[in-house]
């Protein structure tokens, strides 16, 4: 059974400040997913990552995946306020073309941004 | 805004019901899977359709049932409620392709009492 897990689940940072959340998983996959959701409201989708080696960036946030180690590494630069939600990493296992059949999420970090 | 249509935004029952929960996907998104968040148990994948088809189950009750429609809306029923099927359901869409992102609705509060 496949295991996604986040660290930390909790993180308080002050503005400016850089700082990494882990995403580890247990079986091999090459697809992976960022979402964000703030409290109460929906996921809203942040990153794709479809390859190992795979690093893409949005703004203040970037996410990089490695197939081998099973990881994935979501890096906030300079964090702001408005950054503060939950983040939640999503692995897909599923061999089917047909979309992302067993999409299994990771605990989720809350972050918050202290100004 | 996804794209995805969730109704209704919150449902008050109590134990024992059966209510039904809906979902319109994007358009064109021929897969719809349901997810239930709940504070002790995170976020649970419970079913796939894809055109109509069920794909995938997940972590499903047997109390719980879901179709989709010609028409590619779908509907979760849950019944014989229980205190803690308490939780914020969600409904997602995809175009139906591997490596394509799913997109999320905006829930559907559930609060049995």
């Known amino acids: 059974e496949l295991k996604v897990e986040q660290n930390p689940l909790f993180l308080s940072m002050q503005e400016g400040k850089n700082y990494t959340i882990y995403c580890n998983y247990s079986t091999t996959s090459d697809r992976l997913y960022w979402y964000r959701q703030d409290p109460g409201k929906s996921l809203e989708s942040l990153f794709v990552l479809l390859s190992n080696g795979a690093v893409k960036q949005e703004g203040r946030l970037m996410a990089s995946l490695d197939t081998k180690a099973r990881l994935s590494t979501l890096h906030i630069t300079a964090a702001v306020h408005d950054l503060s939600a939950t983040y939640f990493c999503?692995?897909?296992?599923?061999?089917?073309?047909?979309?992302?059949?067993?999409?299994?999420f990771g605990t989720g970090t809350r972050l918050t941004i202290i100004p | 805004d996804s794209g995805v249509t969730q109704t209704p935004k919150h449902l008050i029952t109590a134990t024992g019901q059966r209510v039904t929960l809906r979902c319109s996907p994007r358009s064109g998104d021929l897969s719809v899977y349901w997810y239930q968040q709940s504070l002790d148990q995170g976020l649970q994948f419970l079913i796939h359709y894809y055109n109509g088809e069920e794909r995938a189950k997940g972590n499903i009750l047997e109390r719980f049932s879901a179709q989709q429609f010609p028409d590619l809306h779908s509907e979760l029923n849950l019944s014989s409620l229980e205190l803690g099927d308490s939780a914020l359901y969600f409904c997602?869409?995809?175009?139906?392709?591997?490596?394509?992102?799913?997109?999320f609705g905006q829930g559907t509060r559930l609060t049995v009492v």
């Open positions: 997602a869409s995809s175009v139906g392709q591997i490596n394509t992102e799913a997109f």
């Open positions: 999503a692995v897909d296992i599923g061999i089917s073309n047909f979309g992302n059949e067993k999409l299994t």
